[in-house]
């Protein structure tokens, strides 16, 4: 994995401002230490910083190839998992190669099909490829959005990059929030809307999407990819079945890598599949696997069982590393070092987000990347095969709104007045959980069940898992750690997105139909665990530890959060009872403390202006 970005310019020289895009390179230097380079030319600029995993010898970007008479340069974040199928059809139609670098195929098959090629491409990648002659952009972003593109434009150019924080090194990009900025923090956050880059004038490509940039016409963009509704015609027998080949098939195909890799280990299901698969696939080589599990201080000791974790991870963790024979990794986190690492997640994220959620991975992958390069995670498979709470509660899930956030009405108490009554006649939440149902491809003739739950998957890719993956990307690549996410193929989605939910629900438990594909890669004690969610603390010290960072933080008179929330909702937050659910139930009073310090923090990092 890598960091990409770019300024283009037509009716500027752009080649005299080179300190500019170093600061913009070194801006998001963590994500590719290995590398860097920068291509200048009048009207474009490419910068890349490279985290080396497939021929690190090689693979050098910017990449530049020249076919005939055109010229492509090319920025690439990402990896794909059917090189070598593309490779060998490039191969058949008459080109060489000089590296065994899944960018140099990358490039080629844009020379070879333009933008057609996003549709050939099996991978998670966010890229950008300037032709010489024609004076044009061209930009791409994976078909689930595992991979991140934000941009800002304006009538005089277009920069872009991995991250926010590279397009805010530009000293043209304004740091300013506007109304639609609040109600995101507000409202939806630590999720976003699908293109909202919060920032005023800051946008994301949505997953999915291609598009050039050209002087006549500005950024013209298409959604290349999305789901489809049609008719499920395989029995359980069968559906189990090429669920278990498509996703045997993309962890093996992601297992490929010239340096270290291993995998996440929670003991819960999904891991433990992907962990499995991995064993076996080393074992046929005589390597021995790496895994990798998180744990807090004293967790054992505080541990309360409750609907949504019934049990804690540890004894799972432990009989899985027995079944299958592997060296594993425990990383042990204290209460004083998640606070600390509060702030540090804003630094990754570039906004403030899941709290300590955020800041656990943050230090988690720290601790993996003493070890290995590249890690296997689990994400997506919840929200494909229904397993959240809201999926499988037939009040939660016909509840209107967005499932893992009903609280928009406790959510405006904490904005100031004057903001509250412009955000109240905007009505951001409802309008975006309509659009969202508006937009899911449903079956003509199904079910009312059917139909709701294409709607939650819908909901859940779109928003939940978005946040979910915005999280794996930054805290990990803040590391220099690349996750790979095998049930983001999207093949899976598209099949998944078809099934009948009864098949997913199979002998009436969450992931039936998964459990029941993969029943034998794990012992039975694992394969029928109730699911448990990413692990948090439990120590009732982090409270007391984040409630007075918000404290310290509000001992300021001019906190700059105390421009659009108000100090007496904090106050009540800190010291009345307890809060509603602010996202899932991940997040609760502790973390939603947290989440406001860090609010105030990237307020103050990044010298936000609060324009209404």
């Given at each position: 994995m890598c960091g990409i970005a770019g300024v283009i310019a037509f009716e500027e020289m752009l080649r005299d401002k080179e300190r500019i895009y170093e600061k913009m390179q070194s801006s998001i230097a963590r994500r590719g230490p290995d590398q860097k380079g920068i291509m200048l030319s009048d009207h474009a600029v490419l910068i890349h910083t490279r985290l080396s995993v497939i021929d690190p010898d090689s693979g050098r970007q910017p990449m530049q190839y020249t076919d005939g008479t055109e010229t492509y340069t090319i920025v690439y974040n990402g990896e794909l998992y059917n090189t070598e199928e593309l490779r060998r059809e490039l191969l058949q139609r008459g080109y060489t190669f000089d590296t065994h670098s899944d960018t140099e195929v990358l490039l080629k098959a844009y020379a070879e099909y333009g933008e057609d090629c996003v549709s050939l491409c099996?991978?998670?990648?966010?890229?950008?490829?300037?032709?010489?002659?024609?004076?044009?952009?061209?930009?791409?972003?994976?078909?689930i959005g595992v991979k991140p593109l934000f941009y800002h434009m304006t009538k005089e150019h277009l920069i872009f990059g991995s991250e926010l924080k590279a397009i805010l090194a530009h000293p043209s990009v304004p740091h300013e929030i506007d109304l639609n900025g609040i109600s995101q923090l507000l409202l939806f956050g630590p999720g976003r809307t699908a293109g909202c880059g919060i920032f005023r004038g800051m946008a994301e490509l949505p997953a999915g999407y291609c598009g050039y940039y050209t002087q006549e016409e500005g950024l013209r963009t298409r959604c290349y990819w999305q789901l489809e509704a049609c008719e499920h015609r395989d029995n359980f027998a069968q559906t189990a079945e090429h669920v278990r080949e498509l996703l045997t098939d993309a962890i093996r195909r992601q297992l490929v890598s010239d340096v270290p890799i291993g995998t996440f280990l929670s003991g819960g299901l999904?891991?433990?599949?992907?962990?499995?698969?991995?064993?076996?696939?080393?074992?046929?080589?005589?390597?021995?696997?790496?895994?990798?599990?998180?744990?807090?201080?004293?967790?054992?000791?505080?541990?309360?069982?409750?609907?949504?974790?019934?049990n804690s991870d540890p004894d799972f963790i432990r009989r899985m590393q027995e079944y299958l024979g592997v060296t594993h990794h425990w990383t042990v986190i204290d209460t004083p070092a998640l606070t600390d690492a509060l702030f540090a997640a804003v630094d990754a994220r570039d906004l403030p987000g899941m709290a300590d959620v955020d800041a656990s991975l943050l230090l988690f992958c720290g601790e993996i990347r003493q070890d290995v390069t590249v890690a296997?995670?689990?994400?997506?498979?919840d929200e494909l095969f229904g397993g959240y709470p809201w999926y499988r509660d037939p009040e939660i899930r016909a509840a209107y709104g967005f499932p893992w956030s009903q609280s928009t009405a406790y959510r405006m108490t904490f904005a100031k007045p004057e903001i509250a009554e412009l955000l109240e006649k905007r009505g951001d939440v409802d309008r975006e959980y309509k659009a969202t149902l508006a937009r899911t491809a449903l079956l003509s003739g199904e079910s009312p069940t059917e139909q709701r739950m294409r709607e939650m998957m819908r909901l859940n890719l779109d928003w939940f898992m978005q946040t979910l993956l915005d999280r794996k990307d930054r805290m990990s690549m803040y590391n220099a750690l690349e996750v790979r996410v095998p049930f983001c193929d999207y093949r899976i989605a598209q099949y998944l997105?078809?099934?009948?939910?009864?098949?997913?629900?199979?002998r009436g438990y969450e992931k039936g139909l998964l459990r029941e594909a993969m029943r034998d890669?794990?012992?039975?004690?694992?394969?029928?665990?109730?699911?448990?969610?990413y692990p948090k603390t439990h120590n009732p010290n982090y409270l007391t530890a984040v409630t007075k960072l918000l404290e310290?933080?509000?001992?300021?008179?001019?906190?700059?959060?105390?421009?659009?929330?108000?100090?007496?909702?904090?106050?009540?937050?800190?010291?009345?009872?307890?809060?509603?659910?602010?996202?899932?139930?991940?997040?609760?009073k502790p973390q939603t403390i947290a989440y406001f310090a860090q609010m105030d923090y990237w307020m103050e990092k990044f010298d936000v202006k609060v324009c209404l």
């Open positions: 099996n991978g998670i990648f966010a890229f950008a490829v300037w032709e010489h002659k024609r004076q044009r952009l061209f930009l791409a972003r994976d078909r999904d891991s433990s599949i992907i962990s499995s698969v991995a064993a076996r696939e080393f074992a046929k080589d005589g390597r021995e696997l790496h895994t990798f599990s998180v744990d807090y201080r004293d967790n054992d000791k505080y541990f309360q069982k409750s609907k949504f974790q019934p296997l995670s689990g994400e997506c498979a997105y078809n099934v009948p939910w009864e098949f997913k629900e199979y890669y794990l012992p039975k004690e694992v394969l029928w665990r109730k699911k448990s969610p310290s933080r509000l001992q300021n008179p001019d906190a700059p959060i105390l421009q659009i929330v108000r100090r007496e909702a904090l106050e009540q937050l800190m010291y009345g009872g307890e809060s509603v659910q602010w996202y899932g139930q991940l997040m609760t």
